[in-house]
């Protein structure tokens, strides 16, 4: 989990999740349904996952994920992946474009 005044690179400038977070689409957002624990009920949560740098020499990968709350689309919270290019996640990404 990452502050929301942290900035990663994108477009080759840095700039603030928080910001970057406002500038998604809606269709970006995807609702995923909350695991059923014994220990306490989790509500579905709605996610985003933006693709960031690719390492293509080490085939590496770095992502922001978002999460927010369905009740309350300003209760947002982020974090920083780093994992294989090619992991399943990136089916969900987007790439960031410029307008």
Do not use: H
């Amino acid at each position: 989990m990452v502050p929301k005044t942290n900035a990663v690179r994108c477009l080759g400038r840095r700039k603030k999740i928080e910001r970057l977070a406002k500038l998604l689409p809606e269709e970006t957002w995807a609702t995923i349904p909350a695991r059923e624990e014994a220990s306490c009920e989790r509500r579905p949560s709605e996610w985003a996952c933006l693709g960031l740098s690719v390492d293509p020499a080490k085939e590496m990968r770095r992502w922001l994920l978002i999460r927010r709350s369905p009740e309350d689309p300003e209760d947002l919270a982020f974090y920083q992946a780093y994992g294989p290019e090619k992991a399943p996640i990136r089916a969900f990404s987007m790439e960031v474009t410029r307008p």
